[in-house]
């Protein structure tokens, strides 16, 4: 495992299955800084357009460093400002881009808690667009390692502007001029293992008094994809001190996991009994089927099947009658259905009438045909 990281909270998570490989305080809530301009990116995609003007106003004009320095009143396409705020991690594009896509900061952090809700994330709470530190009737702004996790994963795998996400936080240098041609702006990305680790893909920086240096971030090598979240580690000077915590639970990861294939029994499952059926009992099957799974050497994911020992007559054909579930830690990880694959009907004296009528027909045909 992991030792000796300067992070206060760390999440190693696997990108495929959202699973948490390795968390150090990964459920304590802290400040995040810029690391929060991820959630403002992705809603910014979501729901804005590349090509839609944005206006600085007053209060983005006036935001604190790191600032772009734009004037109110200047334009700018919305993608520009999105590297803008991703690259430089200028605060003053990200309150900007909130303006512009909800009419106003706070209705902007309200889409931002809302998305995180969806997400799963259940100790966020976003304050500012930019990540500056702030609080609100339902507390400071903050979050939890593993809730950024959770955030990443979905801003670079679930989002349908994941490749969009991608292209933006991967760029290394983006230039762009003012709406009117006036300005001209150059931007260099300060994710610093975009260049120093094999396979780096995206990832956000993040400094406040109060949250310290923070870091989330994504590699992918192979068919592993592992993605971190660091927040509180270490303050200045010790801007270091996250590149060490990134990189020693990167390779903690590659070095430790690898894709196992699960599922590969044959399931010849029994029939079920039917109470009161014109037939005793009925088939069952399962769409179960081999998948992969990422997983340590020392863990073995587990099968149980959960399955009626009865049915009530009548029964209909792809009547869902029970699970086969594999876990891992008593953690569900997949799942598959146990089915019916006919139909069953009540035994009334009139299903008994028509079966019998029916034997006798197919005995005179069979005759026939003889």
């Known amino acids: 495992m992991p030792e000796n990281l300067y992070s206060m909270g760390a999440v ?12 150090k305080n990964g459920e304590e809530s802290y400040a995040m800084a810029s690391t929060t ?16 003007i944005v206006t600085f106003s007053d209060t983005a004009a006036v935001q604190p ?34 303006e512009a896509i909800a009419g106003g900061v706070e209705k902007f952090t309200a889409l931002m808690d809302q998305k995180a809700e969806a997400i799963g994330c259940r100790k966020t709470n976003f304050v500012t667009p930019n990540g500056l530190d702030g609080t609100d009737d339902q507390g400071d702004h903050c979050t939890t390692a593993e809730d950024l996790a959770k955030i990443l994963r979905y801003c670079m795998v679930i989002s349908s502007k994941a490749p969009e996400f991608l292209e933006i936080t991967g760029t290394p240098v983006y230039e762009f001029r003012e709406f009117n041609g006036k300005r001209y702006v150059t931007c260099q990305n300060h994710n610093a293992l975009l260049t120093s680790y094999e396979g780096a893909l995206t990832g956000k ?10 870091y989330t971030g994504a590699a992918k090598r192979g068919e592993k994809t592992m993605i971190i979240a660091l927040l509180g580690s270490g303050w200045y000077p010790h801007k270091s001190y996250k590149w060490e915590d990134a990189r020693k639970l990167l390779n903690y990861g590659f070095d430790n996991y690898e894709y196992k294939f699960i599922g590969e029994e044959q399931w010849n499952l029994e029939k079920i009994t039917v109470v009161n059926g014109m037939e005793p009992a009925v088939s069952v099957a ?24 009865q049915l009530q007559a009548p029964v209909e054909k792809n009547t869902l009658v029970g699970s086969i579930i594999y876990e891992l830690h008593g953690q569900i990880i997949e799942q598959f259905s146990i089915y019916t694959t006919e139909k069953i009907e009540q035994s009334t004296f009139r299903s008994r009438v028509r079966k019998y009528l029916r034997n006798i027909q197919d005995f005179v045909l069979n005759m026939i045909k003889k």
């Open 65 to 98: 460093d790191v600032q772009m320095n734009a004037k109110a009143g200047e334009q700018y396409y919305l993608k520009d400002l999105l590297y803008s705020m991703m690259l430089e991690s200028h605060n003053d594009s990200s309150v900007a881009i909130a």
């Open 37 to 52: 301009k991820i959630m403002t990116c992705i809603l910014a995609l979501e729901y804005g357009k590349p090509e839609q």
């Open 12 to 23: 190693l998570m696997d990108a495929d299955s959202g699973r948490v490989l390795f968390s």
């Open 205 to 214: 920086t993040g400094f406040t008094g109060k949250a310290g240096y923070c």
């Open 286 to 309: 399962t769409d179960a089927g081999r998948f992969s799974y990422l997983l340590r050497s020392d863990e073995m994911v587990q099968c149980r099947i959960e399955c009626a020992e």
